[in-house]
């Protein structure tokens, strides 16, 4: 990708929100800033998810995660948090406050200014990403004082 494309592609702002999602007795969660309102009637949303995450095995037809809106002042510790990278197995909400969401029962982070659960419609295929269409079943805002961070890149080739 020619330079000043991938420095305009890079201009576009997206926010800062972790995904959660729990099946049985497993968990996992990432980062995300390729989400999207996408629908009106039902309500939807659309979120990226790399093909080599964790949480991808989750997010398939029918599956439910939390989306988790991280706050524009405090949204860094539980950012680097999630940006870990963690060992097969282990417990990526180890030190992390949250509660199970009361619909499909997620996590809910307590870092988070919202949430809303969701459950996965479709998916759309890309070279290297799942686009992921999902109803939003619920939620809540939890801190109405805060916006949500909003992450800017330089370049459009490169989270």
């Known amino acids: 990708m020619p330079g000043d494309v991938?420095?305009?592609?890079?201009?576009?702002?997206?926010?800062?929100?972790?995904?959660?999602a729990a099946q049985d007795n497993?968990?996992?969660?990432?980062?995300?800033?390729?989400?999207?309102q996408a629908s009106f009637e039902p309500l939807g949303l659309t979120i990226s998810v790399a093909k080599d995450r964790?949480?991808?095995?989750?997010?398939?037809v029918n599956d439910k995660f939390v989306l988790n809106c991280l706050g524009e002042k405090d949204f860094e510790p539980i950012m680097k948090h999630f940006l870990k990278r963690f060992a097969a197995g282990a417990d990526r909400f180890q030190?992390?406050?949250?509660?199970?969401?009361?619909?499909?029962?997620?996590p809910v982070l307590k870092d988070a200014i919202a949430y809303m659960e969701c459950q996965v419609v479709s998916r759309m295929e890309t070279p290297d990403h799942w686009i992921t269409y999902a109803h939003v079943m619920g939620g809540e805002v939890i801190n109405s004082d805060q916006k949500t961070a909003v992450h800017r890149r330089k370049v459009g080739n490169y989270y």
Request: with cysteine.
């Open 6 to 20: 991938a420095k305009a592609l890079g201009r576009i702002s997206t926010g800062l929100y972790i995904v959660t």
């Open 26 to 36: 497993a968990r996992s969660a990432m980062v995300a800033s390729w989400v999207s």
């Open 54 to 60: 964790a949480i991808e095995s989750m997010m398939q």
């Open 95 to 106: 030190g992390v406050e949250y509660f199970p969401a009361p619909g499909n029962k997620c």
